[in-house]
């Protein structure tokens, strides 16, 4: 069982909370304060990815966040249900876009325009932010696995 | 919190002020900001992120539609920063070599006016 489960609307205005709750639970769980900016942002980028699946696909199922204190890990799954296309995914299993590399940029500076950034490019960040990432499509959608090192709070 | 923009002029050089998160929910004010700014021709711009508190893969792709824009009109948007951890998104996606990104606005209109 997770420690904190969170499912939300899939609206954007939902993603700042989803952050925060993600912040609080880390630091709960003994995740270091330097990492917590971290913990952070990847969540943020995998709820705003899960969100704007679910707004093309399935606008009115929930997504949903797995907060696990594991004792030497802090994990966060953020699971999506929408239906899985290759492009989504893209940048997570190293035949797409890697962080840091000129290919991102290039991407990025290339897609950028009013309708926003390259699928793949959060997961980008994503994985340039979490030592430990896992991304797996299912039928069923698309799963954000991320961890980092935490230790039981003593008090 | 929530997002905050301001804009003003300084020797030819519009300046947005930006404080607040920059995310998937608020980006989309920020690149009407920019549009609006460049649909009134101003071409050099310098985006103030001393007060921002979160940037993420959105904001990043606002600022780059933003600076595609103004390179249109032979422009430049270059980013006033010094905190780590906004610094530390632009190096993840190698941004740090599209943006002209500098310590303070004054510095940044300085380097603007040198390259004309």
């Not at chain 1, 609206?11 to 993600?22: E, G």
């Not at chain 1, 949903?64 to 899985?84: N, W």
């Not at chain 2, 920020?30 to 985006?47: A, C, F, G, P, T």
């Not at chain 2, 990104?101 to 390259?115: F, G, L, P, Y």
Request: aromatic share 4%; proline share 4%; glycine share 8%.
């Amino acid at each position: 069982m997770a420690t904190v489960e969170v499912t939300f609307t899939p609206l954007p205005a939902h993603v700042r909370t989803a952050r925060l709750v993600a912040t609080a639970v880390a630091r709960r769980s003994g995740v270091d304060e330097a990492l917590l900016d971290e913990v952070r942002l990847a969540v943020g980028e995998a709820c705003s990815r899960a969100v704007e699946a679910h707004r093309r696909h399935c606008p009115a199922e929930p997504v949903k966040i797995e907060m696990t204190d594991q004792g030497e890990r802090f994990v966060v799954v953020v699971s999506d249900q929408a239906p899985t296309n290759p492009a989504r995914t893209a940048g997570t299993n190293g035949h797409g876009i890697s962080p840091g590399e000129p290919a991102a940029t290039t991407a990025l500076v290339q897609g950028a325009d009013d309708a926003g950034i390259p699928a793949g490019f959060g997961l980008a960040v994503i994985s340039g932010l979490a030592d430990d990432v896992r991304v797996s499509s299912t039928s069923s959608g698309v799963s954000v696995r991320m961890s980092w090192p935490s230790a039981t709070p003593t008090a | 919190m929530d997002l905050k923009l301001g804009h003003y002029n300084k020797d030819g050089i519009e300046v947005v002020d930006v404080e607040g998160e920059i995310d998937v929910y608020t980006a989309p004010r920020l690149r009407e900001l920019l549009i609006d700014l460049v649909n009134k021709n101003n071409y050099q711009l310098v985006v103030n992120m001393e007060k921002v508190e979160f940037l993420d893969s959105t904001g990043l792709g606002v600022l780059v539609g933003g600076l595609k824009r103004v390179r249109a009109h032979d422009g430049s948007l270059d980013l006033v920063c010094t905190q780590e951890r906004i610094l530390k998104i632009f190096r993840i996606t190698g941004l740090t070599k599209v943006f002209g990104i500098h310590s303070t606005v004054d510095e940044a209109i300085a380097a603007k006016k040198s390259e004309k």
